[in-house]
């Protein structure tokens, strides 16, 4: 029997929530949780993609146990994101927006508070976690870039020469250690925390979401001002700009690979459109228009 996918999408008007039964190929929507509130970011836990985590404006953090047909809070303070692991499916992490982060090793049901050296740095972080390693995180704020191979423990400097204002941060899925960064000014790489951050050749103007495919030739997602996307391919060591479907009017806000398939993404928009592509980010199909504008996107499968 085919699995169905489900796809939770944070929006400025609530969580929209889709069904894909029998991997038919048709989106359908089956609620929107917390409507009049901005969902900043979603987390299924990818073994039982039931359980949900939704960071909710003005609600904290929240958690369903039935694919979001109802809630309950877990943390009330403004809590800005939350992330797990493919590969380690009960390793979460959520930070507030006053600067706490929060670890978790057994699927949420008991958080640890972390602190990066006393400071509120996670008020303005990006996030992500190492593709081998669910315990090493990277943040970035500010003017530096951070790691930890604890879950958030102790930290240290990661590379020098770190870029200015860094909007996006995603970890290499094969190359351990490889960290890439979208800035103002560009996208740079760096292959450890005494290594220098290099720029990436003929990186377009980056706006605030990157992503990177996993596969024996990964491919790195840059969201392009102009409503476009921009496709890195590291053995050619090339950019290419993307074919959108469909009139995309607004910026694009998030770019999300899928955890159980490595040939496929989804991209939503400030202007509410979401597209996917199933060839590796070199086309793109619009499947939904007209949500509100779109802050988060993740894919899950029941199994």
């Given at each position: 029997?085919?699995?169905?996918g ?28 917390f409507?009049?509130?901005a ?24 958690r369903?146990?039935?694919g ?6 877990l ?32 699927g ?53 020469q ?8 995603a970890?290499?899925?094969?190359r ?11 996208v740079?790489?760096?292959?450890g ?15 605030d ?12 997602l840059?969201a ?9 391919d590291e ?36 202007s ?32």
């Open positions: 029997m085919a699995k169905a489900l796809l939770f999408v944070g929006t400025d008007d609530g969580a929209v929530l889709f069904s894909n039964p029998n991997n038919i190929g048709r989106w359908l929507r089956i609620g929107q949780p409507r009049g509130q969902v900043r970011a979603l987390w299924p836990l990818p073994d039982n993609p039931l359980v949900v985590f939704a960071a909710v404006a003005g609600q904290g953090l929240q369903s146990d039935d979001g047909q109802s809630w309950r809070t943390f009330d303070v403004d809590i800005q994101g939350v992330v797990g692991h493919y590969n380690a499916p009960n390793m979460l992490y959520t930070w507030a927006v006053g600067g706490e982060l929060y670890a978790s090793a057994d949420g049901e008991h958080w640890d508070r972390r602190t990066l050296q006393g400071s509120a740095a996670f008020a303005a972080a990006r996030i992500a976690i190492a593709a081998d390693d669910a315990r090493r995180l990277y943040v970035g704020y500010a003017h530096a870039i951070w790691t930890s191979s604890d879950a958030g423990v102790t930290w240290a400097r990661f590379g020098e770190a870029p200015q204002d860094v909007q996006a941060l970890a290499h899925p094969t351990s250690g490889r960290l890439y960064a979208a800035a103002a000014s560009g740079y790489s760096c292959d925390p005494q290594a220098d951050w290099q720029g990436v050749a003929g990186a377009p103007p980056a706006e979401a990157l992503a990177i495919l996993a596969g024996q030739q990964p491919a790195l840059l392009e001002a102009g409503a476009s996307i921009a496709r890195y053995a050619s060591a090339s950019w290419t700009t993307t074919a959108l479907d469909g009139d995309w009017s607004g910026a694009i806000t998030v770019i999300t690979p899928v955890g159980y398939h490595i040939d496929m993404a989804f991209a939503g928009s400030a509410g459109q979401l597209a996917t592509s199933t060839d590796r980010g070199r086309t793109w199909q619009l499947i939904k228009q007209d949500l509100p504008p779109i802050r988060a996107v993740v894919a899950a499968r029941l199994v």
